[in-house]
């Protein structure tokens, strides 16, 4: 079971990164460059790594669901600042 949870993490994060690769053939509008998926199957691995580490070690289901709420609100904020610049950080590079 645990080695299907890792597999599936591994194969969904290129299928997700498909989305926008397809979305660029029909669309002027989405424009990814190489270190855009690059950086976008860092966030998603990371995050999907991180969240069957906390299923693997934390034993009640009331901490896995705070933690895992934890690392999907740091990948989404990390997203929308690298996305549009939120905050306004260098991090988006404004």
């Not at 997700?16 to 976008?40: C, G, K, N, R």
């Not at 289901?61 to 934890?70: A, D, M, V």
């Given at each position: 079971?645990?080695?299907?949870?890792?597999?599936?993490?591994?194969?969904?994060?290129?299928?997700?990164?498909?989305?926008?690769?397809?979305?660029?053939?029909?669309?002027?509008?989405?424009?990814?460059?190489?270190?855009?998926?690059?950086?976008?199957?860092?966030?998603?691995?990371?995050?999907?790594?991180?969240?069957?580490?906390?299923?693997?070690?934390?034993?009640?289901?009331?901490?896995?669901?705070?933690?895992?709420?934890i690392i999907l609100a740091i990948l989404f904020l990390i997203w929308a600042?690298?996305?549009?610049g939120v905050f306004g950080t260098p991090f988006a590079g404004s």
């Amino acid at each position: 079971m645990k080695n299907k949870r890792l597999l599936f993490i591994v194969f969904i994060v290129p299928v997700l990164l498909l989305i926008p690769l397809v979305a660029m053939q029909f669309s002027a509008e989405v424009v990814w460059t190489t270190s855009d998926f690059v950086i976008a199957a860092v966030l998603l691995l990371s995050t999907g790594l991180a969240i069957e580490f906390i299923l693997r070690r934390v034993k009640t289901i009331k901490n896995r669901i705070i933690l895992s709420g934890i690392i999907l609100a740091i990948l989404f904020l990390i997203w929308a600042e690298l996305a549009v610049g939120v905050f306004g950080t260098p991090f988006a590079g404004s």
